[in-house]
């Protein structure tokens, strides 16, 4: 895929992220994943569709994810990754999704989103495309966000 | 929107098993799915987006998709051939019962995205925020659990 179509979803997490109270928003590294890959074992995927097709996952390990969910409720402590954190985790991969579709619309791609579903494993193998996915890391207080982008024109 | 949309997916379902596999499947009444529920180890996700946004999923065992995959296509179990052939299914089963709901409704402008694929032995799939309903299809083969959910009511 097209590696430009990341910087949209890049520019989501920076826009975004310091609204939720995180203080830290770095980009780590950037790969080309196989089709098929192992993930870390809390994902949260969005589908899109109309001119540009496919999904974006957004993976992170169950450490992150509880960290992830207690920085956007101001610092709750989270031990359980419960219903209340399973929602602040899927409601902020949608905002992402939405603010990277608005940029998206704005360059003339017109993209509309699905509802996230969050899948929670161990060991998960996801497909998350037809083409090779792009992974690009965010890195937070929270830990490492894994933005997995699976998407064709 | 009717509630009666989920007939549509498991109609097409049971006719798609039959055309393709050869399969006689039985699919139960639909139930309410709950926000979270266990997967059974291989789960194939399509959203859809429109005027009302929400997803399908066709989940089973990662056993009962080999099988399903060897008979509709001849072949031994090879993973990448598995994957694409559950895809295919549930893209079939949910471009018809997409299209039959957005027959029924006009303006409602359903359009679906592609399928997104998870296997594991312990998966939870959580859809917060969705109504969903579940029709759990007996086949030869195993079972097939086929979940629509929708924002919003029903």
Known sequence: ?153 | MSANYLEHFSASMLQNLQEMAGLEAAASQPAVQETAFASQGFSVIIGITGKRPGRIILDTTQETACKLSNTINGEECDEEFVLDTMAELTNIVSGNGITTVNNANSGMGLMLTPPSIFIGNELTIVSPKLNAEVVAVTTPLGLINLSIGFEGGK
């Open chain 1, 1 to 153: 895929m097209d590696a430009a179509l990341a910087t949209p979803f890049i520019k989501a997490f920076f826009d975004l992220l310091p609204q939720l109270g995180f203080q830290q928003v770095k980009r780590g590294n950037l790969r080309v994943s196989e089709k098929m890959a192992v993930s870390l074992d809390v994902i949260a995927v969005v589908g899109l569709s109309q001119q540009l097709r496919g999904n974006v996952a957004y993976a992170m390990s169950q450490e992150t994810a509880k960290k992830f969910a207690s920085v956007m409720m101001m610092g709750m402590p989270v031990e359980q990754l419960d219903e209340m954190s399973q929602s602040a985790i899927s409601e902020a991969s949608n905002m992402i999704t939405a603010n990277a579709a608005m940029t998206l619309e704005s360059q003339g791609i017109s993209v509309n989103i699905s509802p996230p579903t969050l899948v929670i494993g161990q060991g998960v193998k996801v497909r998350i495309s037809q083409v090779q996915s792009l992974i690009v890391e965010i890195v937070t207080e929270a830990g490492v966000i894994e933005v997995i982008l699976g998407l064709e024109r």
